[in-house]
C-alpha cells in the first residue's frame, strides 16, 4: 500500500456514496469512526471514515430509542440523552485515557459506529447487557457494496435474522455501519457505593459473589489489587431512588458483613467518577506494559490472574471480566492455559500485536463458520482485513 | 399458505430411511407408523397440518448428531420440533421431513448459583427452569405466556420474550452459550458460562434463527436471584390515546415496571366475562407491575399513580394483597383462553414504536369493520409488541382466509409505521411471505447467505422464514 493512498482519507456523504466507494474499492479499506480503539492486528489499507454519516435522526425519549448515523460522536449522543435524563444501559468504555500512548491519533472522539463494532460495554454489562443487547437495529454496506438493514427501531423484533448481533464486536470486518439504533434506559435519580479496602482477591470475589446473588440490584462490583503504595479497594454499586439506594446499600452492607466491612458512600457524583475510572480503566491508563482483557466464569478469575506471576489486575463484573496490566510482549493466554472464557490483548504495541494474536483463537469447528460468513460478508477480504486474525 | 411439493424421491425411500434412523437411535426414539406420527403434524398453528415422513426422539447430543448424519447424506429435510407451542408454524413438517423432537433431552447438567448461570438440555420447558433454581432464590427471567409447555429449544429457535422483558430482555439477552449440532452431525460450541465473544458473535446469529441453522441440545442461561417483592397497579382509561400517552409518561418519569400490559375494551370484556377478573369495562386498561421491597414499590407505585392522576383514569386499583395482585394478572394471563372460548383465532404480534399505538388501534378497528371480523387488543405496552387477535370461524368456509387477509393489512400497517412483522412469536410460515414487505431483497439475501454457512444444502427446516420464491433456488438445488 503506497503512503499516497494511505494518507487519503476517503469520507463518503451519504450511505449510497458509502456503497459506491465500497463495490468500487480496488484494495483493502481501514475503516475509521474516532480512531480511539486501536485494538486488533494493524490494518494496512485506505482510511474509510464515517465521520460525515453523523447526526440523530430520530430519538423518541417515551420509546427509549435512538436512531443515528454511524460517525455520530458518542459525547453528543449522550448530551442528548442527558437532557432527556436518559442513558445507554451498557455504559461504554472510553478508551481514549487507556490506549493513549499507541493510538495512531489521539484527537478522535469516540463515535457510535466504533462502539458497535467493538461491541464496548462497561461495568453494568453483566446486569443490563453488553452493547449488543441494546442494539435493536444496523444499516451497513457489506463488502460487495451492499447496503443492508436488519433490525429496526423497536425494541421487539424478531423478524427474520439477527444479524444486528453477528455485526455487533466484528470491528469493521463484515461491514461498514451506516446508522445505528439503539434501545435506551433512564437515568436513574441517584446512585452510591459500597468500598472497601485491602481485600485478597479470593476474598475480594467472595463478597462480590455475595452481593450479586442479593435481589438488591448491585449493578457494579468491581475489584483493584493494590500497587506499591495503595491498597486494593472493592466496590459495589446501586442505582435508583434515593430512599431505594439507601435501603438496598444497608442490606448489601449487612449481607456482606460476615465476609468483610464494607463502608457506604452515598455521594452520588463521587460514585460517578469513581465508577467512571473503573469503567476506563484508568488505574492502567498511561502504566507502561500491556493491557489484556479476560472474559470468564467469576469464580474463576481469581485463579486465572494467579496464573500471571507480576499482573495487575482490575477485577469488574464481579470477577466475569479482568483487566490485566502485564509486561510488555508477555503471552497471556500462553500463560492461563485451558480455561473457561477467552482473552483479548486490548492494549499493545504493533511488534506485540504482530507476534501474539490479539483475539483469542476459536476452536476450529467455530473458526470454519467465522470465516465461511466473513468470505460471504466480505468476498474480496478488503474490510479490516486481518484485523481479527 | 402454501408449501413446497415434497420430494417424491425421499417419501418412496421412507423404508431405507426409517431403517437408518434405526441402526442409530434405540427402538422406541423412532416413530413412523402413520397413527403416531399425526401426533406431530402441526404446532400452535393448528390451521395448517401435515405428518411427517418420520419423527425421532434423540436423548442425547450424541444421538442427535447421528441422526442428522443419516438425514444429511440422505438428503432428507429436518424440521426441529421443541415443544411444538410455535404460533407461527415454526414446526410445521412437510411431508418428506423428518421432525427432530427434542422433548426427551430435559435434564438439568449444571447449577452454580455463585456464578449466576444453569446449563440444560433443550427440550426442558422454560418454567421448569425457574423451578429448578427458585428454592435457591434465583430465576430465569424471559417468561413467554406459553413457559408451562414451551421448551428451551423453541425460545432459542424465536428468541422468545414475555411480560416481564421491559426490564430483564428477552431470549438472547439471557442466554450465555448452547451446544449446537450442525447439519451434517458436527458438534459445536458456542459462548459459555461467561459474557460475550471474543470473535463472531454466533451465539447472538443463531438465537432466533427458527431452528435453520442448527439443533441446540444444551443450553447455558443466566439466573438471577429473585426481587423480593412484585406488585400491580390496575388503571382503566377512557380511550387508547390517553392509555398510551399515560404510559409513555411514566417511562419518561425515569420509573421502570418490569411489565406494562395494555387490553383494549373487547379484550377487558372477554377477560371479564371468562375469569370475573374484576376489571371496568372501559376502552384501555393498563396493569403496571413494579418490584422490590414494601417500600420500594410503595415509592414507584406513588410516582406511576401520580402520573397516571394526570390522565384522568376512570378507575386505578392497587393491589393490597396476593390475592388481589393474583386477580389482577389472572385476566390478562387468561386472555387467549378467554378469546378461544369465543371462538377460533389468529393471534399476531407485531411490534410498532409505542407513539403509534392511537393511530394502529383506531385503523385496526377501521380494518375490522370492512372485514366484518371481531379483534381484540392484547399488548406488551412498555415495548410495543402487540397482540391482536382475530376471531373468525373455522367452520365457515372462507372465513380463515379472510382473517389471514385481515392479519396480513395489520402487519403490513405495523411495518408502514416503523414497526415488524413480530415480535416474539417468529416467522415461521405465517408470516414467511410478508417478509418482503419489511425486508430489501439485499438484505433478505444477507440473511440467507448465513444460511448458506451453517447448512449448505438447506435441509434444516427450508420452508420457514424466507418468502418461497426467494429461497427456491437455493431449496430446490442439488449439491
Known amino acids: 500500500m503506497s503512503d499516497v493512498l494511505e494518507r487519503d482519507v476517503l469520507a463518503p456523504q451519504t450511505e449510497a456514496d458509502l456503497a459506491q466507494i465500497v463495490a468500487d474499492a480496488q484494495g483493502p479499506l481501514r475503516i475509521v469512526g474516532g480512531g480511539t480503539r486501536p485494538v486488533g492486528r494493524a490494518v494496512h489499507g485506505q482510511p474509510l471514515s464515517t465521520a460525515n454519516l453523523s447526526g440523530i435522526t430520530l430519538y423518541e425519549p417515551g420509546a427509549l430509542t435512538l436512531v443515528a448515523g454511524a460517525g455520530t460522536p458518542l459525547p453528543d449522543v449522550q448530551a442528548a440523552l442527558a437532557a432527556e435524563g436518559q442513558r445507554l444501559p451498557f455504559e461504554p468504555m472510553d478508551h481514549r485515557a487507556l490506549m493513549g500512548g499507541v493510538a495512531d491519533d489521539g484527537t478522535g472522539v469516540p463515535t457510535l459506529g466504533g462502539m458497535v463494532a467493538g461491541n464496548v460495554s462497561g461495568p453494568r454489562r453483566f446486569i443490563s447487557g453488553a452493547c449488543r443487547d441494546s442494539l435493536i437495529g444496523l444499516r451497513f454496506v457489506d463488502g460487495a457494496g451492499n447496503v443492508v438493514s436488519n433490525g429496526g427501531r423497536v425494541m421487539k423484533n424478531v423478524t427474520g435474522y439477527d444479524l444486528v448481533k453477528l455485526m455487533a464486536g466484528s470491528w469493521g470486518t463484515l461491514g461498514v455501519f451506516s446508522q445505528v439504533s439503539l434501545k435506551l434506559l433512564p437515568e436513574p435519580e441517584t446512585c452510591a457505593m459500597l468500598v472497601c479496602e485491602g481485600l485478597d482477591d479470593e476474598t475480594a470475589l ?165 470465516e465461511a460468513l466473513r468470505r460471504r460478508f466480505d468476498p474480496r477480504g478488503i474490510l479490516n482485513p486481518g484485523l481479527m486474525a | 399458505m402454501e408449501m413446497p411439493k415434497p420430494s417424491d424421491i425421499v417419501i418412496a425411500g421412507k423404508a431405507a430411511i426409517v431403517a437408518m434412523l434405526r441402526q442409530v437411535l434405540p427402538e422406541d426414539a423412532v416413530i413412523d407408523n402413520i397413527a403416531e406420527t399425526r401426533a406431530y403434524e402441526c404446532d400452535g398453528l393448528a390451521a395448517y397440518t401435515c405428518p411427517p415422513l418420520a419423527v425421532v426422539l434423540p436423548r442425547s447430543t450424541e444421538e442427535v448428531s447421528a441422526v442428522l448424519r443419516v438425514c444429511h447424506e440422505a438428503g432428507v429435510p429436518v424440521v426441529p420440533r421443541g415443544a411444538g407451542t410455535s404460533l407461527a408454524g415454526g414446526a410445521l413438517p412437510t411431508a418428506d421431513s423428518v421432525v427432530l423432537g427434542v422433548a426427551r433431552l430435559n435434564d438439568v447438567l449444571e447449577t452454580d448459583y455463585d456464578n449466576r448461570f444453569i446449563r440444560v438440555q433443550s427440550g426442558r420447558t422454560n418454567l421448569s427452569v425457574t423451578q429448578a433454581v427458585e428454592d435457591e432464590g434465583f430465576f430465569y427471567a424471559p417468561d413467554p405466556s406459553s413457559q408451562l409447555a414451551c421448551a428451551i429449544a423453541g425460545n432459542i429457535a424465536m428468541n422468545s420474550g414475555g411480560a416481564h422483558c421491559l426490564k430483564y430482555g428477552v431470549t438472547t439477552n439471557n442466554l450465555l452459550g448452547v451446544t449446537m449440532v450442525m447439519m451434517n452431525g458436527d458438534v459445536v460450541e458456542l459462548g459459555g458460562a461467561f459474557c460475550d465473544a471474543s470473535g463472531l458473535d454466533l451465539l447472538g446469529l443463531v438465537c432466533g434463527s427458527e431452528g435453520q441453522l442448527g439443533v441446540v441440545t444444551e443450553a447455558t442461561l443466566r439466573i438471577l436471584p429473585k426481587p423480593e417483592g412484585a406488585r400491580p397497579v390496575l388503571m382503566g382509561f377512557d380511550s387508547a390515546e390517553v392509555a398510551g400517552a399515560c404510559v409513555a409518561d411514566i417511562i419518561k418519569a425515569g420509573v421502570l415496571p418490569v411489565a406494562i400490559e395494555f387490553m383494549d375494551r373487547p379484550c377487558i370484556t372477554a377477560c371479564e366475562n371468562f375469569t370475573g377478573a374484576g376489571y371496568p369495562i372501559c376502552e384501555a386498561l393498563l396493569i403496571v407491575e413494579v418490584e422490590g421491597s414494601d417500600p420500594e414499590i410503595d415509592h414507584q407505585l406513588a410516582l406511576i399513580k401520580d402520573i397516571a392522576g394526570r390522565h384522568n383514569p376512570v378507575e386505578m386499583r392497587e393491589s393490597q394483597s396476593a390475592e388481589e395482585s393474583a386477580a389482577i394478572w ?18 399476531l404480534d407485531g411490534t410498532i414504536p409505542v407513539s403509534e399505538l392511537p393511530f394502529v388501534l383506531r385503523r385496526i378497528g377501521e380494518l375490522a369493520k370492512e372485514y366484518g371480523l371481531g379483534v381484540a387488543n392484547v399488548f406488551h405496552a412498555g415495548d410495543g409488541n402487540m397482540h391482536p387477535l382475530i376471531l373468525y370461524n373455522a367452520n365457515k368456509p372462507g372465513d380463515l382466509a379472510l382473517a389471514e387477509g385481515f392479519g396480513e393489512d395489520i402487519l403490513r400497517l405495523c411495518v408502514e409505521v416503523g414497526g415488524c412483522l413480530t415480535g416474539e412469536h417468529g416467522v415461521g410460515v405465517e408470516k414467511r411471505e410478508l417478509m418482503s414487505t419489511q425486508f430489501a431483497p439485499a438484505d433478505l439475501e444477507a440473511q440467507m447467505q448465513v444460511k448458506d454457512v451453517f447448512d449448505p444444502g438447506w435441509l434444516l427446516n427450508p420452508s420457514k422464514v424466507f418468502p418461497l420464491s426467494s429461497s427456491a433456488s437455493r431449496r430446490e438445488r442439488t449439491i
Open chain 1, 206 to 370: 467472595r463478597a462480590m459473589t455475595c452481593a450479586l446473588g442479593t435481589p438488591f440490584e448491585v449493578n457494579g462490583a468491581a475489584h483493584l489489587q493494590g500497587a506499591d503504595s495503595s491498597a486494593s479497594v472493592t466496590r459495589l454499586r446501586l442505582e435508583g431512588f434515593a430512599g431505594s439506594v439507601t435501603y438496598r446499600a444497608g442490606c448489601v452492607q449487612a449481607a456482606l458483613a460476615p465476609i468483610a466491612d464494607f463502608e457506604i458512600v452515598e455521594d452520588p457524583d463521587k460514585t460517578r467518577s469513581v465508577w467512571e475510572e473503573v469503567r476506563d480503566v484508568k488505574a492502567f491508563a498511561g502504566k507502561t506494559g500491556d493491557v489484556w482483557q479476560i472474559s470468564t466464569v467469576p469464580g474463576d478469575a481469581p485463579g486465572l490472574v494467579a496464573r500471571v506471576p507480576g499482573a495487575r489486575a482490575l477485577y469488574d463484573w464481579g470477577g466475569g471480566r479482568v483487566w490485566l496490566l502485564v509486561t510488555e510482549g508477555v503471552d497471556v493466554r500462553h500463560r492461563l492455559g485451558a480455561f473457561r472464557g477467552h482473552a483479548t490483548l486490548v492494549r499493545g504495541g504493533k511488534d506485540t500485536r504482530t507476534a501474539i494474536a490479539p483475539f483469542q483463537p476459536e476452536a476450529p469447528a467455530v473458526a470454519m463458520l467465522s
Open chain 2, 330 to 347: 389472572l385476566g390478562r394471563k387468561s386472555a387467549f383462553g378467554a378469546m378461544g372460548q369465543m371462538g377460533d383465532y389468529i393471534c
